[in-house]
Structure formats: C-alpha cells, structure tokens
C-alpha cells in the first residue's frame, strides 16, 4: 500500500510523520494544508521534517483556506509558527511545484486500489481532490483521519475537535464521498497519552531528530497538563499514524455512519456518530474507540529516538 499524509504540522503531526516514516509506511508524499498554523509554515514544518529524518519524500503545498468560513489555528497549542516557536533553522528543500490536491489526484490514479491517504489536518485539500475528480473515490482504498469526536467532547467548542471544527464542509464532502474511512476521534487519542517516563529514552538519544522532538514538544507537555491534568502527552495525530502503522493497535471499535453537522451554533463541526443505527445510512466508518497505548508508545520511542 502506498500512503499520502496530509497534514498541518504541528507538534502531533511530527510525531506521526516521523513515525510513520521510521515504521516503513510507504510514503510517496506528503501534502500540506491550513490548520495548527497558516500554510507558509506547515509547509516549512513538513519540509524540516524530512530533513531531520534524512528522507526525500516530496511535499506539496495545498490549500490556504478553508471551504466557506475563515480560518481557524491553534497557536495557543502549537505556538504561531506550527513547532512551539522554538526558532528553528529554514529548510533548504523547496516543496513541489505541484499543487497538493492535483498531487492527490494524480496519486489516486498511478496507484488506483493501492493508495491509502493519512489524513491529520482539516480535510479541506482531500475535499477538493474529490469534488475536481469524483473517479478518485472508486480509487482511494482508504483514509485513516484523526478527527471529530467519538461522543461529542470537543477540544475547540463544546462538540467540536479542531479538524473538523476547522473545515466542517469539507469535512462533510470527504464523509458523504463512500471512500472508506478509519476514523480517531479526539476522545480516543486521550486514551493514549504517551507517558512522561517514554520521554527518558528521547532525552538520551542524542540525534538531532530527538533532540529536536523535545524542544518542539514542550508546550504540548504543558498543554497535556493544564488541559486535561494529565503527565505526559496527548499526540492525536501519532495515534492515527500508529493505526495506518498497525490496525492491530485498535483494541475497540464500531462499524456505523458518520454524519457531520454543518449547520446549527452549538452543534457545528459535530461528528456524529451513529451507535444505535437511528439513520438508516449505509456505515461509511470504522470509529476506533480504544487503542494499545503501551505499543503505540513503543513505536513512537522507537522512531524518534533512532
Ligand atoms: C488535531 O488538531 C490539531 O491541533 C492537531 O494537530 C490534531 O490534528 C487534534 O484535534
Ligand atoms: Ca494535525
């Protein structure tokens, strides 16, 4: 299987790349979008990424801007430049003077039924990929997204996870799209909080990658802390990388339909999921509800401390 991860880097996103990466995931691109922080740096971030992990996977730049509504960040987690502003050197690589979403659709078709998409920003260029060439969705075999709630507790509104929250219509388009989808929601990554002590065999390591980890993951730490009163730290994106990685990680799950709330104030960006099968809609998701975290945490140390 081959894999796209499109993504906002962030912190998470990081860890998810750098062990998606490390684990062998046969990643021919990655593809860059708005989110954690604007396009400029997810870009620069993904670009620094393959650097530190000494690879030449290409990166596309995608979309600046959401579908209909302005755009949201989460600097307040991931500090304004997407690493916890930790200063880091520019990148001598240059993305691919090829947009993101033509890169996905291109993709679709070199590899039809051999292309799974890591989806862990909001899903704005996966939308467009699908609305410029619906064909794509008969050739995606599948998106593994972190994203939306499992039982709306949202981390950005009430009932709403940053992903979704950031571009519910596109979110929306992906979906109703009938390609299949493995989904983390937000509930299920706090589950797997990477223990403090995981973070001894990192601070030992003395790669540049580690070293790097760490500087860029302290707010994150702080956040895990404050936010949810937890030592260690919440990686939702790892979480999903860790699933593509091994589906076996799952330790729970539910096949159902999975509907997303575009409309309404407090109900915006809801993924709702349907458990007692009220909808009548065909599943379009398998939700994972549970993962090993031990194991997650055992691949994770590994990649980032090599
Ligand atoms: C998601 O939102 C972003 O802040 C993280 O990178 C992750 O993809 C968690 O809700
Ligand atoms: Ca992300």
Same mark, same amino acid.
């Given at each position: 299987?081959?894999?796209?991860?499109?993504?906002?880097?962030?912190?998470?996103?990081?860890?998810?790349?750098?062990?998606?990466?490390?684990?062998?995931?046969?990643?021919?691109?990655?593809?860059?979008?708005?989110?954690?922080?604007?396009?400029?740096?997810?870009?620069?971030?993904?670009?620094?990424?393959?650097?530190?992990?000494?690879?030449?996977?290409?990166?596309?730049?995608?979309?600046?801007?959401?579908?209909?509504?302005?755009?949201?960040?989460?600097?307040?987690?991931?500090?304004?430049?997407?690493?916890?502003?930790?200063?880091?050197?520019?990148?001598?690589?240059?993305?691919?003077?090829?947009?993101?979403?033509?890169?996905?659709?291109?993709?679709?078709?070199?590899?039809?039924?051999?292309?799974?998409?890591?989806?862990?920003?909001? !899903? &704005?260029? +996966?939308?467009? =990929?699908?609305?410029?060439? /619906?064909?794509?969705? %008969?050739? @995606?075999?599948?998106? *593994?997204?972190?994203?939306?709630?499992?039982?709306?507790?949202?981390?950005?509104?009430?009932?709403?996870?940053?992903?979704?929250?950031?571009?519910?219509?596109?979110?929306?388009?992906?979906?109703?799209?009938?390609?299949?989808?493995?989904?983390?929601?937000?509930?299920?990554?706090?589950?797997?909080?990477?223990?403090?002590?995981?973070?001894?065999?990192?601070?030992?390591?003395?790669?540049?990658?580690?070293?790097?980890?760490?500087?860029?993951?302290?707010?994150?730490?702080?956040?895990?802390?404050?936010?949810?009163?937890?030592?260690?730290?919440?990686?939702?994106?790892?979480?999903?990388?860790?699933?593509?990685?091994?589906?076996?990680?799952?330790?729970?799950?539910?096949?159902?339909?999975?509907?997303?709330?575009?409309?309404?104030?407090?109900?915006?960006? !809801? &993924?709702? +999921?349907?458990? =007692?099968?009220?909808?009548? /809609?065909?599943?379009? %998701?398998? @939700?994972?509800?549970? *993962?090993?975290?031990?194991?997650?945490?055992?691949?994770?140390?590994?990649?980032?401390?090599?």
């Amino acid at each position: 299987m081959k894999w796209i991860i499109d993504t906002d880097p962030g912190i998470d996103d990081a860890a998810a790349i750098i062990t998606a990466i490390r684990s062998g995931l046969d990643v021919i691109a990655i593809t860059t979008v708005h989110g954690n922080t604007p396009l400029k740096f997810t870009t620069r971030n993904a670009l620094l990424l393959t650097e530190l992990l000494d690879v030449s996977t290409p990166v596309y730049a995608g979309t600046e801007r959401p579908l209909l509504q302005r755009p949201l960040d989460a600097a307040q987690v991931h500090g304004s430049d997407g690493f916890g502003d930790a200063n880091l050197p520019a990148p001598r690589r240059q993305p691919e003077p090829v947009h993101a979403v033509d890169r996905i659709i291109e993709a679709a078709h070199q590899h039809s039924g051999q292309l799974s998409i890591l989806a862990i920003g909001p !899903l &704005t260029n +996966v939308a467009l =990929a699908i609305a410029k060439d /619906r064909s794509i969705t %008969a050739k @995606v075999s599948r998106l *593994v997204i972190m994203g939306g709630t499992s039982h709306a507790q949202g981390n950005t509104s009430i009932v709403g996870e940053f992903n979704v929250l950031a571009d519910p219509e596109a979110a929306a388009i992906v979906f109703e799209s009938g390609i299949p989808i493995t989904l983390v929601p937000w509930e299920t990554t706090t589950k797997a909080v990477i223990p403090a002590a995981a973070f001894a065999a990192i601070r030992s390591s003395s790669s540049r990658l580690a070293q790097t980890f760490l500087t860029i993951s302290e707010p994150l730490c702080e956040t895990t802390r404050r936010f949810l009163g937890m030592e260690g730290i919440v990686l939702c994106d790892l979480v999903a990388a860790g699933v593509a990685i091994d589906p076996a990680m799952v330790t729970e799950q539910v096949h159902t339909y999975v509907g997303v709330e575009t409309a309404g104030t407090l109900a915006r960006g !809801l &993924t709702a +999921v349907d458990y =007692a099968r009220h909808s009548g /809609r065909q599943p379009n %998701a398998t @939700v994972c509800l549970d *993962v090993d975290r031990d194991k997650l945490t055992a691949l994770f140390v590994q990649a980032v401390s090599a």
